[in-house]
T-cell receptor, first 115, second 115 residues
Framework: DQQVKQNSPSLSVQEGRISILNCDYTNSMFDYFLWYKKYPAEGPTFLISISSIKDKNEDGRFTVFLNKSAKHLSLHIVPSQPGDSAVYFCAASAKGIQGAQKLVFGQGTRLTINP | GAGVSQSPSNKVTEKGKDVELRCDPISGHTALYWYRQSLGQGLEFLIYFQGNSAPDKSGLPSDRFSAERTGGSVSTLTIQRTQQEDSAVYLC?????????????FGDGTRLSIL
């Protein structure tokens, strides 16, 4: 049972346009959501996160939207740049008793920005 | 360096051998996590350590897998009697633990290949 799903394995966007990556989850206990970017042969790099008490968080070109009723979140990148080409992972967690959280990841979406 | 450091970066070994993977977390991070990414798969949680509390081992796939964290800093993931299905990239992450959610920061991983 996959608790976090990224249904689009790949996405191609023209440079300068908006990239929208989507993620759905099933576990209503999740209270923290993150997006990571991954280049080949490197570890995932943290991009942006959002707590379940919010519905939007913005950081520069990156904005994450959370729709709790739909159990859906999305990452918007605008304007898209060639360096944004990478695999993007959505992740979610439910806060554990000890305070630390194990992340549940989606399968990833490969974003390609075309010049 | 300031980031999570993992060694070795690559490891090739024969089926049946034992392997040890090392992780140096970011200084001051009390939580340490191990994940793995098999070919074509998302990241899968293995184990996490939080301060002096008992580790959460719920993601370890079999009793051939074990991990230690000595002195609250460096961690070692050990796989005994390796099998071909253990081939994957093993990723370590660390995070602060505070009253609010904190993102996990990843190392570049150890690519393990079992012949």
């Amino acid at each position: 049972d996959q608790q976090v799903k990224q249904n689009s394995p790949s996405l191609s966007v023209q440079e300068g346009r908006i990239s929208i990556l989507n993620c759905d989850y099933t576990n209503s206990m999740f209270d923290y959501f993150l997006w990571y970017k991954k280049y080949p042969a490197e570890g995932p790099t943290f991009l942006i996160s959002i707590s379940s008490i919010k519905d939007k968080n913005e950081d520069g070109r990156f904005t994450v939207f959370l729709n709790k009723s739909a159990k859906h979140l999305s990452l918007h990148i605008v304007p898209s740049q060639p360096g944004d080409s990478a695999v993007y992972f959505c992740a979610a967690s439910a806060k554990g008793i000890q305070g630390a959280q194990k992340l549940v990841f989606g399968q990833g979406t490969r974003l390609t920005i075309n010049p | 360096g300031a980031g999570v450091s993992q060694s070795p970066s690559n490891k090739v070994t024969e089926k049946g051998k034992d392997v040890e993977l090392r992780c140096d977390p970011i200084s001051g991070h009390t939580a340490l996590y191990w994940y793995r990414q098999s070919l074509g798969q998302g990241l899968e949680f293995l184990i996490y350590f939080q301060g002096n509390s008992a580790p959460d081992k719920s993601g370890l796939p079999s009793d051939r897998f074990s991990a230690e964290r000595t002195g609250g800093s460096v961690s070692t993931l050990t796989i005994q009697r390796t099998q071909q299905e253990d081939s994957a990239v093993y990723l370590c992450a660390s995070s602060l633990v505070t009253w609010s959610n904190q993102p996990q920061h990843f190392g570049d991983g150890t690519r393990l290949s079992i012949l």
